[in-house]
T-cell receptor
Framework: NAGVTQTPKFRILKIGQSMTLQCTQD?????MYWYRQDPGMGLKLIYY???????DKGEVPNGYNVSRSTTEDFPLRLELAAPSQTSVYFC???????????FGNGTRLTVT | DQQVKQNSPSLSVQEGRISILNCDYT??????FLWYKKYPAEGPTFLIS?????DKNEDGRFTVFLNKSAKHLSLHIVPSQPGDSAVYFC????????????FGTGTSLTVIP
């Protein structure tokens, strides 16, 4: 039972490149979330999903896209990387909005 | 607009003493509150939660207090141990926020042996 798995752990991108951050969970949770953490800024919600086929914007969705074709996977896509997207990205899942979030170990992304 | 605030970026406490971490919120509709602990290079891990129908919840050395009128919650760690040194985040959600969880900016706790 791996919980929430994020890949890759680290990545360096050049400005304008694209990439997909992967998130997979084996907890059979319907709710999945993508957060970014900048130094001293806490965790900001990028996108979330309450089930397969359903996605919604969070506080900071600009520059990102998501899809949710299965319960297990919730990839985050960066189309045109910008230095402002340098951050640590965390994926999380929960059973419902009144249950704790379970986090992956994060992806550290640097855009230069 | 930061709906959940942790105004103390850091806190140092002697081993064995009580650690008190504070959190304030602005949205009176929040009804579920959580505390997370985060070590470097790891994801946040869940510590303890409280719903708005309670004012206190305990789990071992950790107790969370909720003061709804003041829109304030606190985490007490007694006794503090060196392994408790980490960054602590409070978080909140509400039935009307579309299943979103809002996080504070974190407090870095150092427990001095």
């Amino acid at each position: 039972n791996a919980g929430v798995t994020q890949t890759p752990k680290f990545r360096i991108l050049k400005i304008g490149q694209s990439m997909t951050l992967q998130c997979t969970q084996d907890m059979n949770h319907n709710y999945m979330y993508w957060y970014r953490q900048d130094p001293g800024m806490g965790l900001k919600l990028i996108y979330y999903s309450v089930g397969a086929g359903i996605t919604d914007k969070g506080e900071v969705p600009n520059g990102y896209n998501v899809s949710r074709s299965t319960t297990e996977d919730f990839p985050l896509r960066l189309e045109l990387a910008a230095p402002s997207q340098t951050s640590v990205y965390f994926c999380a899942t929960t059973l419902d909005a009144n249950s704790p979030l379970h986090f992956g170990n994060g992806t550290r992304l640097t855009v230069t | 607009d930061q709906q959940v605030k942790q105004n103390s970026p850091s806190l140092s406490v002697q081993e064995g003493r009580i650690s008190i971490l504070n959190c304030d919120y602005t949205n009176s509709m929040f009804d579920y509150f959580l505390w997370y602990k985060k070590y470097p290079a790891e994801g946040p891990t869940f510590l303890i939660s409280i719903s708005s129908i309670k004012d206190k919840n305990e789990d071992g050395r950790f107790t969370v207090f909720l003061n709804k009128s003041a829109k304030h919650l606190s985490l007490h760690i007694v006794p503090s141990q060196p392994g408790d040194s980490a960054v602590y985040f409070c978080a909140a959600s509400a039935w009307n926020t579309g299943n979103q969880f809002y996080f504070g900016t974190g407090t870095s706790l150092t427990v001095i042996p």
